[in-house]
């Protein structure tokens, strides 16, 4: 292709530019595409909700680390849910919270702490969850009405709190 002052060859013939991605040429003239345009805005669509969904997976592995630390965390605050509920029992103290009783807190304490950090984090993960699905949804929503610039923005408010979400958590 070769461009000759704003004009561009093609196929042995001089075109003006293709105004945009949704155009297609008719032999003559560049013709506005409708469904090319509404794939277009969905597919953009997509990829922001793609950017949310990464930005959240990567809150939620800062929020609560690995799968299997995430997974003793949880075992642990069933354990201390569980010993909460039977009354604190002396003699029958779980080993998750046993391991945290350790410098000079009782196995009440330790079972209270263990609970109080499971519902913040229940919390957190919540509110990330709330975060990116009401983002998602309403970026198709703007996608699908052509509004693909309201789609953008949504998605760009969605990333900063996002990083709000775990920068007020880190700080």
Same mark, same amino acid.
């Given at each position: 292709?070769?461009?000759?002052?704003?004009? =561009?060859?093609?196929?042995?013939?001089? $075109?003006?530019?293709?105004?945009?991605?949704? =155009?297609?040429? &008719?032999?003559? +003239?560049?013709?506005?595409?409708?469904? /090319?345009?509404?794939?277009?805005?969905?597919? @953009?669509? @997509?990829?922001?909700?793609?950017?949310?969904?990464?930005?959240?997976? +990567? *809150?939620?592995?800062?929020? #609560?680390?690995?799968?299997?630390?995430?997974?003793?965390? *949880?075992?642990?605050?069933? &354990?201390?849910?569980?010993?909460?509920? #039977?009354?604190?029992?002396?003699?029958?103290?779980?080993?998750?919270?046993?391991?945290? #009783?350790?410098?000079?807190? !009782?196995?009440?304490?330790?079972?209270?702490?263990?609970?109080?950090?499971? @519902?913040?984090?229940?919390?957190?993960?919540? !509110?990330?969850?709330?975060?990116?699905?009401?983002?998602?949804?309403?970026? /198709? *929503? =703007?996608?699908?009405?052509?509004?693909?610039?309201?789609? $953008?923005?949504?998605? &760009?408010?969605?990333?900063?709190?996002? /990083?709000?979400?775990?920068?007020?958590?880190?700080?």
């Amino acid at each position: 292709m070769i461009v000759i002052q704003e004009l =561009h060859q093609c196929d042995g013939e001089l $075109r003006l530019p293709q105004p945009s991605a949704a =155009h297609e040429w &008719d032999g003559q +003239n560049w013709v506005f595409n409708a469904d /090319r345009q509404i794939a277009l805005d969905l597919q @953009e669509a @997509e990829r922001l909700c793609a950017k949310v969904d990464a930005a959240a997976d +990567n *809150a939620r592995n800062a929020l #609560a680390g690995d799968p299997l630390k995430a997974m003793e965390y *949880a075992q642990a605050a069933a &354990d201390a849910q569980a010993f909460s509920d #039977a009354g604190y029992p002396k003699k029958e103290v779980p080993l998750s919270v046993a391991a945290w #009783a350790a410098k000079g807190r !009782t196995a009440k304490q330790a079972a209270e702490q263990i609970l109080s950090k499971a @519902e913040q984090l229940t919390d957190h993960l919540l !509110t990330l969850r709330t975060l990116r699905l009401k983002a998602k949804a309403q970026i /198709r *929503a =703007h996608a699908s009405k052509g509004r693909i610039d309201l789609a $953008r923005n949504v998605a &760009d408010e969605a990333l900063i709190a996002i /990083r709000e979400l775990v920068s007020g958590l880190s700080s």
